[in-house]
């Protein structure tokens, strides 16, 4: 269900159960890549098909809507993916601009990293924080991102991960979004809420 909530502490949430595959979400706009809908064997999943791309993009419009101070939520499965590329997975953006300017977290499925970046032009961007964390394929992991100010707290399955990261950057609003790099990933259960 895609849904803009004014009441209470839910911003967003999107979990694609009343979409019929390979419907694409309203309220979301595609940047790159080849974006669809899928049956997962249990629920209605949101995927980019295609593990060759360099990077797939996808960003979460809600209604036009853009948070300053939030927490994302996101489940996420890897796939398949290319086992050539240390970099290859997925990325979950947020405070995105424009196409050079937004925060994104890299999960790295071959190389077991989180990369916390701050992207501002051409290239990845600048490498604001990491740690080392153990993915396997077709296991659902549950990530959060608490963004206050300039300061990004990561989890995963509640597991803290990052703690207060300082961006520097000077990106105080924007939409959340989606992406995989080299990776056919799943996406689900997609919420902001305040903080």
Do not use: H
């Not at 949430?13 to 997962?40: A, R, V």
Request: charged share 20%; glycine share 10%.
């Amino acid at each position: 269900m895609s849904q803009l909530i004014i009441n209470g502490n839910i911003l967003m949430m999107e979990d694609f159960e009343e979409l019929t595959p390979p419907q694409n979400p309203p309220g979301w706009s595609q940047i790159d890549g080849n974006w669809t809908t899928c049956y997962d064997g249990e629920n209605i999943v949101y995927q980019q098909d295609d593990e060759s791309d360099k990077k797939a993009l996808t960003i979460a419009t809600a209604y036009n809507e853009t948070w300053y101070n939030f927490t994302y939520q996101v489940r996420l499965k890897f796939i398949t993916g290319n086992d050539k590329k240390p970099d290859a997975g997925a990325l979950l953006i947020f405070r995105y601009v424009n196409g050079n300017t937004y925060y994104y977290l890299r999960i790295e499925q071959y190389s077991d990293m989180l990369r916390l970046y701050e992207k501002g032009g051409e290239g990845e961007g600048l490498l604001r924080g990491s740690a080392n964390i153990a993915l396997v394929e077709g296991v659902w992991y549950s990530f959060k991102i608490r963004i206050d100010g300039q300061i990004v707290n990561v989890w995963v399955d509640d597991i803290p991960y990052l703690t207060n990261i300082d961006m520097r950057g000077s990106i105080t609003s924007g939409q959340v979004g989606v992406g995989t790099r080299y990776y056919k990933c799943y996406f689900d259960d997609i919420m902001v809420t305040e903080s």
